[in-house]
Every structure is written in structure tokens, then in C-alpha cells.
């Protein structure tokens, strides 16, 4: 940092001596000084992120050689550099033997000799990169484009982060989940009826995998019922009343109550949804089992209705205002033909921009849809954890997201078939939810496209 | 005929008045929810910032501390308050059985010997006096005194017992119980304990993750969006990347946990439970939001800026990082601070990457385990405990008091400094 902040100094000192013998700068002062901090910066960081990587596995190389010839196996070579690397942090707890206590000597050693070596090595790299760069300097040589190259490569390097993190997150989840199908078929997955992740919970790790033990134990149908259940209660809720107050606020309402009205809804957009979670548990959730069990019903106290209800009013402000913009983009002249030909506002409404502005509504919809399937905490905390089979509303159901939680939630053994569905279900959360989004953007790209 | 007309007319006129209505009342039903919602929250929150205290007079025994004649510094730290402790809670009723002791012992939290060795320690001159001394209540009898409890349950099915509230009510009528603002609330961190339990722990784990967010989404994120919106070459490849940043504002948060887990803890082997890695699950997730909100405001910087940057002989770079990027800084920022606000209340990445581990220390960096605001409302939701409820509701206070000023923030920044273009 310092080298870098100094070589700036220097290479626009410089630049500025050359300026004053009269000779003509091809560039403004400041990039020399810039060059020259590039030139500092970047082989010395790379020969460093090199030097990181290939340090352990070398260090461990050297070590480990002592042992090569005693016909250990791989494991155990591995669990003999673990024990050294913990003993010279001097946290071993067990036993310790002369020969471990060689090898952390060595080690400790090794790392010192490593260290050193690193920062000479870097020093001179940095020296003689600067070297080499003030010296192209002090022919005048162009500076401007190479350093605005450079500029444009490192933000070409922070767009791709988007495109990174989408391939992380397919892979995060495909291995996962072919490991998971290797054990359950693909069929039993998608069509069988029972979910029991917790028959699966104990398992002797040291006894080999017998897919039979897990023949129906992950049957997906009552968590896809659940999630697309409590999505549709959701919907029920947000669409009229979102749709209404978006059609509202874009027709009728005055400037005035759209200034405040509007915020104020979007609000509910805004408050986080562990938050709406524990509204739904602690107020809705008994609130209907007193109305249930005033009326002769058995309500359960974690029941899709509050859960999904809730959720409903977290989404009002989703559709509210994406429609309250697509209705607003209808072309004014629609609604002077309209009225020219008699009818009342809500005719207007209901019969000429309702369905001129349906694809983008749409897609609203959609994007509400997608946000009702991927919530979490609502449901975690205000409907069952147990996946039943049922569309009564009046009893709880759970959802793919909140069976993510419950089986991942704690310690997770990578390898076992439980975790592994975990990630089956995320892949299917993300793919269900990718289609969705990818449709809605669509419906509503082509829809602006029409009337722009 | 004149009279149909009126007729159909007049239905047609209802029709309108009812369209109307229903747009009413679905505004009024949305803003009726806001309200219940706040309001439910306030109701049951704003009794946590009060605790309550039981004054309790100790006796400083040297004999019952095991203490010598003239105990140095050291000796009063070392020494064993619990039989003091115990003692003190005894003598307020002497008479009583062994098991109704049990129930005096109960009626204050679970560290009080540590409240009474802090006062010893405080002024080592007590020793052989006596001292009013307050001590926390129990949590369930912070609930009675604040009349969160209902006093007419049957016994068999409250916490409290008969005895420890009738003992509760003598204190009461001799003017020792006493409620005061709940500093340990903010300066706690979590404890199983509900009148020990505070939100230091949390609180400092979601700054931390927030921060860690911050220095890794912001950058990134403008540099993206400078080169997509500047720089980029209008094809294929671009494209794809536009419509993968869209996609990725849209893909459940708990997908971003999966990520996390799958690949910073499985591979990368981060430590489980940390802000950091917390903070890079939630970066991935606000990075979009950050890209979009900065494209935005960079395509509102007027394009005559830039012709005329160029015309002086700027090149393209100095163009955009001289006049444009500056211009559209204050659209980024409010953006920036809108993201974090989303980042801030997310809990279910959070869970999957380990970050509901109980933590009973303060965090002093991202890499001690912690948990965060938002994790700690689910935590203490889930727990059974009755003095947990009015923790939850003002634990939401906090964070919703701090979600509102980032987002105040973000709107004065938006339009204090946002330069009009007509």
C-alpha cells in the first residue's frame, strides 16, 4: 500500500520533471504516477495469491516425505499433518510422540523459512517491477492507455461477479443434488407422498448407504401441495387487494393521497419478514384459532391460513405498485376515446385499461408468485415443520423453504442423503422460481415495448 | 323509454360509486394492516426497556464469604458469594420450608450472587453491614409486575408459585420492587435467561455482517455497473449478463444461504457462524440491487455531460470517472443504503450459513461466531419462555428503528444532493 501510494508520488514527480525540461508529456502527470503504482502492485500480488496457494500443499509435501516410506495410508498421512499443524500451534490435546514432535519443529521451521522468503521475494519484485516501470517513464513513453486498459479490464473483472455468483449457486447446488438422486430415484422425489427427513437422521456413518432404508422417506408431493397451497392462500389475499389499491391510486386517488398512501404501502414491503413471522405466530395464528374454535372448528394454532394470510399482506405492496405502474403507462388516449364514447370512469377501467394493461398485470402477478413460493421465514415460523398432505387451509402444511431450514438448521453431515435433500429442494426452489421470474420479465418487457 | 334510460343510467352511476368503494377499502385494509401491525408490536415491546428490580437487604458476612480478617482485592474476587447469596434470599422469609426456599432462590435471576459480589467489590467496606441491594427479578415475576402474567391461572399451570407471590407482594407493599430503564437489554448479549437476555451480541453481529457486506457489495457493484452502462459492448455476452443480474434480484434468499453453505463453508472452508461469511452470503444477495439502483442513476446523468467532457479532449475513462460517475453518486448511494436495509433484515441465509449458534460473548471481530438482529428476533421467538415475547417485540423495535433511519437517510441523501436535469 505504502509502495504504491509512494511509486504514485514518484512517477508523477517525474513527469513533471520531464514538463519542465520542455519536453511535450503524451499524458497528464497523474497517470504516471498511476503506471507506476500498477507496475508496483500487480506481479508482486500476483506472485503472492500464487505463493498463498501453493504454500500449504508444499509445506505439507516436504513434511509428510518423512513419512512416505512407512506405508501409511492417505488417510492417515492426513490426519498425521493435521496433528503437526495443531501441535506447533500448540493445541494438541492428544498424544503427543516423538516423531509428531519432529515434524511441528519442522513445520514451525518451514513456515518461518517460507515467510521470509516470501517477503524478500516480493520486496525484490516489487523493487524491479518499479524499476522497469520508471524507466519506461523517463522515455516518455505513453502511459494513458495502458493504465486506462488496465481500468477497463478491472471493470470488466467486477461484471462478471453477477455471472459468478449464478454459477455458484448451480454448483453449490448440483453436485448436492445428483448425490442426493444417486440414492433416491428421481421418480420417488418427485412423486412420492411422505416426507420424513427425520427417519433419515440416524444413520451410522460408518456403515455403507442402503437406499431401500430411505424408500419413502423423501416423497416431495405433500411439500410441493404446501408450498403451492399456502402460495395460492397468499394470493387470494394480495391480488385484490393489491390490484384494487394500485387501480385506485392510478385513476382516482389526488396527488395528495397518492403522496402519502403510497409510501405508506410500500412500507409493508419493507418490514423485514422474520418480523411478519412472528406476527403471524404470536397474533394471527391464536386470533383464528379463537374465531375456529368459537365457531365448532378445529383450528390448529400453526395453520396455513395465518401463514399464508400473512404473507398475503407482505405482498400487497409487490402487486400494488407494480401494477400502479403499468396502469399509469397506458396511453392517455385510450382513456380519452373511452370517455368520449360515455362511459363512466370505472366502465373505462374495467373494460379498456384493465385488459390493455392484463400482460403487464400480469407479470406482476408472476413476480408476486415467485416471491410467495421463495419466503421463509413466514412459514417457518407460523406454519407446521411437519409436511402433512392436506388442502385445509384450517391445518398446517410446510413448504420447500421451510424444510430447507429444518434439515439444515444445526450441524449438517455433507454426504448424508438428508442434507443432500435439502440441496435437491433448493435446486427445485431455484429453477421453479427462475422460470417464473424469467416469464414475468418477459410478459412485462414486451408490454412496455408496445406502448413505448 | 325515458325511464329505462334513467334507470340503467343510475345503476351505471352505482356501479362507479361501488368500484370505487372497493379501491377505498382495499387502500384502508392495507393501511389498516400497517397499523394493527405496528401497533401490536409497540404494545407488547415498549414493557421490555423497563426491568424490574427487587431491593434486597445483604448482610456482608465475613464468615459466610469464608473471608479472613482484612481480605486484600484479590481475596473479595476470589471468594464464594453463593452461600451470601443464598442467605440473603432466605432471610426474607424465615420461617419458610426447604422447598419454599427453593422458590425464594428463584425469585431472582440466576446470576444474582454476581450482582451482590459486584457491589462488594464496588466498596470492600461493607463487609460486616448491611446494604440495600438491587437484585434482578426473576423473568417471571418482571412479567407479573408488569402485568404480562395472569395472576388467576391456576398454580399447576404458571411458573410462579402461590408462596413466591405472596413474598412478591410483601416486597411490593414495602416499596421494594422497583422498575427501572433495561440497560442490560442493549448491553447484554443473549442468555438463556430472559431477564439476563440482551441484544449486544446481535446487535454487533449485524453490524459486522452489514459492514462486511458493504466493502465487498458497494465496490463491486459500481464498477459493474459503470461498465455495463458505459463501457460495454452492446452483445451477446452483455446481454447475458444483464438478464442474469435481473434474474439474481429475483432468486429467494434462502437460495443465497444454500450458496453460502455450499460453497464458503464447504469449500472454502470459512469458519461457520461468523459475520464474515455472513456478510459475503448477504453481499451476493444485495449486489444486484446495488447494480440496478447505480445503472439507474448513472442513465439519468444527461448525455450532454458527457459530450461535453469529451469535447474537451477527455478521454472516455476520464470522462466517466471525472463528471458522470460523481453526478450519479448520490442515486448510487441511496441505493447502496436501500440495499443494506434489505440485507439487514434478512434472517433465512443467515440460518443456513449457522449464525443462530446461541452466543453468549460479545463478537470483537466478523470471525467470532455471532448472530444478527433479525436471527436473534427468530431465536428468542422460538424459545417458550413467556419474558422472551416482550424481548422479541422490542428487539423488532430496534431493528425497525434502524431499518427507518437508513431508509430516512437514503431519502435525504436522494434529495439533498440529486441534481434536477430539465
Redesign the interface.
Known sequence: MLLGFTSYYFGRKKAYSIQATNTRLTALPQFYGYYLAIWCAIPAFIIYSLWAIFEPSIVKLIILSDYSNQGYLDDELNLIYEKTKSLSRGQFSGEITPYLETSAEKYLNLRSIAQNSKVVLILAIIIASIVYGYKRISSNNRT?EPV?KF??A???T??????L??I??V???I??TIDFFKVIPLFDFIFGTHWYPAKAFVRDASEPLDPSMYSDTFGAVPIFAGTFFIALIAMCVAI??????G???AE??STKVRQY?KP??E??A??????Y???A???VGPFLKDIGTAMGLEVSAESALAAGGVMG?MI??FI?SLSDDVITSVPQGLRDGSYAMGA????T??KVIFPAALPGIVGSIL?GV?RA?????IV??ASGLAANLTFNPLESTSTI?AQ??VI???D?A?GDPKTQA??AL?MT??LV??SL??FA?RVVKKYREKYE | MNKNKEKLLNSRYRAEKRFQFYGKSAIFLALLFLTIFIFKIFSTGYTAFQKTWLIVPVTFDAETLYLDENPSKEDLEDADYFDLALQTMFDLDKSASEKQQNDLKRMVSYFFEREIKRELLNDPSLIGKTKDVYLTASDDLDQVFKGNYPRDLPEDQRRVTDYQLKIFDQLVEQGRVESKFNLSFFIYPDSREAELAGIASSFMGSIFSILVCLVIAFPVAVLAAIYLEEFAPKNRFTDFIEVNINNLAAVPSIVFGLLGLGILLAVFQLPRSTPLVGGITLSLMTLPTIIIACRASLKAVPPSIREAALAMGASKMQTTMHHTVPLSMPGTLSGTIIGLAQALGETAPLILIGMVAFVNTIPGSPLDPAASLPVQIYIWAESAERGFVEKVSACIMVLLGFLIIMNLFAQIIRHKFEKKWS
Open positions: 494513458r486506462e481500468l477497463n478491472v471493470l470488466f467486477a461484471s462478471l461477479a453477477a455471472i455468483t449464478t455458484g449457486i454448483f453449490s447446488l453436485f448436492q385484490p387487494i393489491g390490484l384494487m389499491s387501480i385506485y391510486l382516482y386517488a398512501a405508506l404501502i412500507i409493508l419493507g418490514i423485514p419478514t422474520v418480523v413471522g412472528f406476527f405466530a404470536l397474533t399482506i400487497i405492496p400494488s363512466t370512469k370505472s366502465e377501467i374495467k413476480l415467485s413460493v421463495g419466503e421463509t421465514m417457518v415460523m423453504t430447507i431450514v439444515l438448521i444445526g449438517q455433507f435439502a440441496f433448493g426452489l431455484f422460481t427462475l421470474n424469467i420479465l
